[in-house]
């Protein structure tokens, strides 16, 4: 009796990844990807979004996996649709994002033989990967059900981690694609609906001697800092109670999700561009959570042959692109920090930490001050600080790389009731319409609003990404900050090369933002004065669905404010007498 194995495998890969967890796919058209395709699109229990572009597709699973934690499926047919989703893998793989990329592929036999649409998919994205197969072409053989399942089981295993990431499955299909009407390979999973093969991996705890080691450094460094960034894997609490207990202040990167407690210090960007600050505050050592802030003031003042650096990371990656880290503690940072804070006696006294604190408030009512300025021209300082300060709370604010990630950690006062993403893994703009979209799909109608901050060139690079965004049944507001090109290269050496700066670097571009964003049936809110940004954010995010808020900037005049909130806060950090 001839039974139907391509239908029989699609269908057993995703009963298989259901009950791992995966609840989401984004698929791109396709011929050759045809029987995963039909699978996930009968599949009741799979959420389908349909992506014309894959790299659009690829960004928006990636989105998923950021929002949930557990790995979407992303598919597409063979060759150069394959070649698409690399920009999203390298992300899920830098930033530890689960993700399942399904490629199609033709059989062993077509492979370099010169059949269309065909290229070498084998391992097609190095080492930016957990894990790779290259599953064989489904047939009907003895035993076959369980080595699928297997296969399955163990992808979305090591999507997971740690640490978490991409995993490739490569899946040469013959023809027939379509289901052939006969009976499928028989391929039953385990009968209490649980995964084929559970895995479990218990975390990394510190042990006594890791314990009584920080304990001790902390015990006899006064002057130390807790230094997070993005995936510091760390809850307020417990970084806050340990802050407490060293006397220490805590320098955080909103997308730590740690700018939060008493002890945080919101304003250390501004504080370590003033030269004087930074030389009369150096740290004994630090503590470090997750990955370097973005800002390069702090990267700068962390000095790699003066500064001692201690990296809590648990999934042991070397994150320490300073070269800086004099010890690498692989441990998970809750447990450690908490049994450290033990064995500390008490909240001590610290001038360190009082003048970190009182340089705080001043810096944070300078910053505000200026920003507040009479001056109805928007201001992208102002507009971050007023963006972060104005979100509904429990509201998600995924931050686009480029200036705005910058000036959300330069402006931005400390909020403990929103929670920050933004694609740091390799800091692209590549795929930032579609990872938002992706986040955003993964909410319940009850969730509280995601809101995107970006640039206008992030947008329009992945403007492929609104389509069909209005039909999704998705609530996204994306805040773009439209200053004609790319205004970071204002702030950097490139500024000065004046003869090639606006065509190489700045990049202008004649585009109207809310046209493209009218064109895929989407509503545009236009700000042209600071004092009504608030007001237009409030409006588009009650409206629902996917919005657009348009702020236009001038770059020089922006990269000259940006100077002037440093000079206001360097002359009165100046004038105070800050304890050492």
């Given at each position: 009796?001839?039974?139907?194995?391509?239908?029989?495998?699609?269908?057993?890969?995703?009963?298989?990844?259901?009950?791992?967890?995966?609840?989401?796919?984004?698929?791109?058209?396709?011929?050759?990807?045809?029987?995963?395709?039909?699978?996930?699109?009968?599949?009741?229990?799979?959420?389908?979004?349909?992506?014309?572009?894959?790299?659009?597709?690829?960004?928006?699973?990636?989105?998923?996996?950021?929002?949930?934690?557990?790995?979407?499926?992303?598919?597409?047919?063979?060759?150069?649709?394959?070649?698409?989703?690399?920009?999203?893998?390298?992300?899920?793989?830098?930033?530890?994002?689960?993700?399942?990329?399904?490629?199609?592929?033709?059989?062993?036999?077509?492979?370099?033989?010169?059949?269309?649409?065909?290229?070498?998919?084998?391992?097609?994205?190095?080492?930016?990967?957990?894990?790779?197969?290259?599953?064989?072409?489904?047939?009907?053989?003895?035993?076959?059900?369980?080595?699928?399942?297997?296969?399955?089981?163990?992808?979305?295993?090591?999507?997971?981690?740690?640490?978490?990431?991409?995993?490739?499955?490569?899946?040469?299909?013959?023809?027939?694609?379509?289901?052939?009407?006969d009976p499928l390979v028989d391929a039953p999973g385990r009968a209490d609906g649980q995964p084929w093969t559970r895995v479990t991996r218990a975390p990394a705890l510190p042990d006594d001697e890791t314990v009584e080691h920080l304990a001790a450094r902390v015990a006899e460094t006064p002057n130390g800092?807790?230094?997070?960034?993005?995936?510091?894997?760390?809850?307020?609490?417990?970084?806050?109670?340990?802050?407490?207990?060293?006397?220490?202040?805590?320098?955080?990167?909103?997308?730590?999700?740690?700018?939060?407690?008493?002890?945080?210090?919101?304003?250390?960007?501004?504080?370590?561009?003033?030269?004087?600050?930074?030389?009369?505050?150096?740290?004994?050592?630090?503590?470090?959570?997750?990955?370097?802030?973005?800002?390069?003031?702090?990267?700068?003042?962390?000095?790699?042959?003066?500064?001692?650096?201690?990296?809590?990371?648990?999934?042991?990656?070397?994150?320490?692109?300073?070269?800086?880290?004099?010890?690498?503690?692989?441990?998970?940072?809750?447990?450690?920090?908490?049994?450290?804070?033990?064995?500390?006696?008490?909240?001590?006294?610290?001038?360190?930490?009082?003048?970190?604190?009182?340089?705080?408030?001043?810096?944070?009512?300078?910053?505000?001050?200026?920003?507040?300025?009479?001056?109805?021209?928007?201001?992208?300082?102002?507009?971050?600080?007023?963006?972060?300060?104005?979100?509904?709370?429990?509201?998600?604010?995924?931050?686009?790389?480029?200036?705005?990630?910058?000036?959300?950690?330069?402006?931005?006062?400390?909020?403990?009731?929103?929670?920050?993403?933004?694609?740091?893994?390799?800091?692209?703009?590549?795929?930032?319409?579609?990872?938002?979209?992706?986040?955003?799909?993964?909410?319940?109608?009850?969730?509280?609003?995601?809101?995107?901050?970006?640039?206008?060139?992030?947008?329009?690079?992945?403007?492929?990404?609104?389509?069909?965004?209005?039909?999704?049944?998705?609530?996204?507001?994306?805040?773009?900050?439209?200053?004609?090109?790319?205004?970071?290269?204002?702030?950097?050496?490139?500024?000065?090369?004046?003869?090639?700066?606006?065509?190489?670097?700045?990049?202008?571009?004649?585009?109207?933002?809310?046209?493209?964003?009218?064109?895929?049936?989407?509503?545009?809110?236009?700000?042209?004065?600071?004092?009504?940004?608030?007001?237009?954010?409030?409006?588009?995010?009650?409206?629902?669905?996917?919005?657009?808020?348009?702020?236009?900037?001038?770059?020089?005049?922006?990269?000259?404010?940006h100077d002037e909130v440093w000079q206001a806060v360097a002359t009165a950090i100046d004038a105070i007498a800050v304890p050492e």
């Amino acid at each position: 009796m001839t039974r139907d194995a391509a239908t029989g495998f699609a269908r057993t890969l995703v009963d298989e990844w259901v009950r791992a967890g995966v609840t989401f796919a984004a698929i791109s058209p396709g011929s050759r990807s045809t029987p995963l395709a039909l699978a996930l699109a009968n599949d009741g229990r799979v959420r389908l979004h349909v992506h014309l572009d894959e790299r659009s597709a690829a960004f928006f699973a990636l989105g998923l996996g950021k929002a949930t934690g557990r790995p979407a499926i992303v598919l597409c047919t063979s060759g150069t649709a394959a070649a698409n989703f690399h920009p999203a893998v390298l992300e899920a793989h830098h930033s530890r994002t689960p993700l399942l990329v399904c490629t199609a592929d033709r059989p062993p036999e077509l492979r370099h033989s010169g059949a269309g649409q065909i290229i070498d998919q084998v391992k097609l994205y190095g080492d930016a990967v957990r894990w790779f197969v290259d599953a064989e072409p489904p047939t009907d053989r003895a035993g076959v059900g369980a080595s699928w399942r297997a296969l399955a089981a163990r992808a979305a295993a090591e999507a997971l981690g740690p640490p978490a990431g991409p995993v490739h499955v490569n899946l040469g299909f013959r023809e027939p694609l379509v289901p052939t009407g006969d009976p499928l390979v028989d391929a039953p999973g385990r009968a209490d609906g649980q995964p084929w093969t559970r895995v479990t991996r218990a975390p990394a705890l510190p042990d006594d001697e890791t314990v009584e080691h920080l304990a001790a450094r902390v015990a006899e460094t006064p002057n130390g800092v807790v230094v997070a960034g993005w995936g510091a894997r760390a809850s307020t609490e417990v970084v806050d109670r340990f802050a407490r207990a060293a006397g220490w202040p805590v320098l955080a990167d909103p997308l730590s999700n740690l700018r939060t407690g008493p002890e945080s210090i919101s304003t250390y960007d501004a504080l370590l561009r003033d030269e004087r600050f930074a030389a009369t505050h150096p740290p004994q050592v630090a503590v470090r959570l997750g990955a370097l802030p973005t800002g390069r003031a702090l990267n700068a003042w962390l000095d790699a042959h003066r500064v001692p650096q201690i990296v809590v990371d648990p999934d042991h990656p070397w994150r320490d692109p300073s070269h800086a880290a004099t010890e690498v503690l692989a441990v998970e940072a809750n447990p450690l920090l908490d049994a450290v804070t033990r064995s500390l006696r008490g909240a001590p006294a610290s001038f360190w930490r009082d003048g970190w604190l009182e340089a705080e408030r001043v810096a944070r009512r300078v910053i505000d001050t200026v920003l507040d300025d009479e001056r109805s021209e928007p201001f992208e300082g102002r507009i971050a600080r007023d963006v972060v300060g104005a979100v509904t709370p429990l509201a998600t604010l995924v931050v686009a790389s480029s200036m705005p990630v910058r000036d959300v950690e330069s402006f931005a006062a400390a909020r403990r009731d929103i929670h920050f993403v933004a694609n740091r893994g390799v800091s692209g703009i590549d795929g930032f319409v579609s990872t938002v979209l992706g986040i955003a799909a993964a909410r319940r109608s009850s969730d509280p609003p995601v809101v995107a901050l970006c640039g206008d060139l992030c947008f329009l690079h992945d403007a492929n990404g609104l389509l069909g965004a209005a039909e999704r049944g998705i609530d996204a507001t994306f805040l773009v900050i439209d200053n004609g090109g790319g205004g970071i290269f204002s702030f950097l050496p490139q500024a000065k090369l004046p003869e090639h700066f606006e065509s190489l670097f700045a990049t202008p571009q004649p585009v109207d933002i809310g046209a493209v964003a009218q064109l895929h049936r989407l509503t545009v809110h236009r700000v042209e004065k600071a004092m009504f940004l608030t007001a237009a954010l409030d409006a588009a995010t009650r409206a629902g669905g996917v919005q657009v808020v348009l702020v236009r900037t001038d770059r020089a005049a922006n990269a000259a404010r940006h100077d002037e909130v440093w000079q206001a806060v360097a002359t009165a950090i100046d004038a105070i007498a800050v304890p050492e």
